[in-house]
T-cell receptor, first 115, second 115 residues
Framework: AQSVTQLGSHVSVSEGALVLLRCNYS??????LFWYVQYPNQGLQLLLK??????LVKGINGFEAEFKKSETSFHLTKPSAHMSDAAEYFC?????????????FGTGTRLKVLA | KAGVTQTPRYLIKTRGQQVTLSCSPI?????VSWYQQTPGQGLQFLFE???????NKGNFPGRFSGRQFSNSRSEMNVSTLELGDSALYLC??????????????FGQGTRLTVV
């Protein structure tokens, strides 16, 4: 069965500092991986996705993630945090079986940006 | 292009009642999925509909049901409400036929409170 683990339910960084949010997956088949962001009282917005085309994926708002098969990881990074990045971030995996759109989400990481 | 629309945004119901939530997907999207988000359990997959047929189902009791109409709009119903059903219910639509790596677009959710 596929699963996703997000290390750290809360992460605090200073404005301008590096953001690193960790995600490890478990999958017996090559997975499709996603990062979503959720602002208070909002739905989820896609930041980026990995679909095996390239291991380094660039997303919106300056975020990027690197797929490392050997480490079964898909960590999210941003070189310089901005106050507007404060939100909850979810890593998700979707099985590579065609015809299904079920996502399995991690438990989320709440990012706090300190002035 | 309009996003995923969920109605109502907020709902308060009494234990034992039933509730119906509505979701209008992005125009052209034929896959609609539903998720329950709670602080304790995180984001959990409820079910997915495609062309009016339930294609996937999560691990929820039979009190949770859904349907999809010919115009792809979807409803989910929860009968005999319990306090533990209080959650944010998120609907997501996808452009089916593009493969499982296709991203899902989420609505803002319906916040259900059971008292």
């Amino acid at each position: 069965a596929q699963s996703v683990t997000q290390l750290g339910s809360h992460v605090s960084v200073s404005e301008g500092a590096l953001v690193l949010l960790r995600c490890n997956y478990s999958s017996s088949v090559p997975p499709y991986l996603f990062w979503y962001v959720q602002y208070p009282n909002q739905g989820l917005q896609l930041l980026l996705k990995y679909t095996s085309a390239a291991t380094l994926v660039k997303g919106i708002n300056g975020f990027e993630a690197e797929f490392k098969k050997s480490e079964t990881s898909f960590h999210l990074t941003k070189p310089s945090a901005h106050m507007s990045d404060a939100a909850e971030y979810f890593c998700a995996v979707s099985p590579s079986t065609s015809g299904t759109y079920k996502y399995i989400f991690g438990t989320g990481t709440r990012l706090k940006v300190l002035a | 292009k309009a996003g995923v629309t969920q109605t109502p945004r907020y709902l308060i119901k009494t234990r034992g009642q039933q509730v119906t939530l509505s979701c209008s997907p992005i125009s052209g999207h034929r896959s609609v999925s539903w998720y329950q988000q709670t602080p304790g359990q995180g984001l959990q997959f409820l079910f997915e509909y495609f062309s009016e047929t339930q294609r996937n189902k999560g691990n929820f009791p039979g009190r949770f049901s859904g349907r999809q109409f010919s115009n792809s709009r979807s409803e989910m119903n929860v009968s005999t409400l319990e306090l533990g059903d209080s959650a944010l219910y998120l609907c997501a639509s996808s452009l089916a036929g593009q493969g499982p790596g296709t991203e899902a677009f989420f609505g803002q959710g319906t916040r259900l409170t059971v008292v």
